[in-house]
């Protein structure tokens, strides 16, 4: 999926994309797959977060791990 159709109709300003963007990253960092759609899932539910208001890495990070199951790295 192109980038654009993940963030279609998301408006963010410069910091507020450097701050998904390091969650993305954080969360990706905590995963054991390579999956294309796992992480595609990922940066979405960041970006839905990112729409609501979050602006703390850590929280949106996890936000997109939860319901991973057993992809997502334990502890």
């Known amino acids: ?3 654009i159709r993940l963030i279609h109709g ?4 410069p910091e507020t994309v450097h701050t998904l963007a390091l969650a993305y990253e954080h969360a990706c960092a905590s995963i054991r797959s390579d999956d294309v759609s796992v992480r595609e899932t ?3 539910r ?3 977060a990112g729409r609501r208001g979050e602006r703390d890495v850590k929280k949106l990070a996890a936000h997109a791990l939860e319901g991973l199951g057993g992809i ?3 502890g």
């Open 42 to 44: 990922i940066a979405r």
């Open 46 to 48: 960041i970006i839905e």
């Open 72 to 74: 997502a790295e334990a």
């Open 1 to 3: 999926m192109s980038p």
């Open 10 to 13: 998301a408006a963010f300003d």
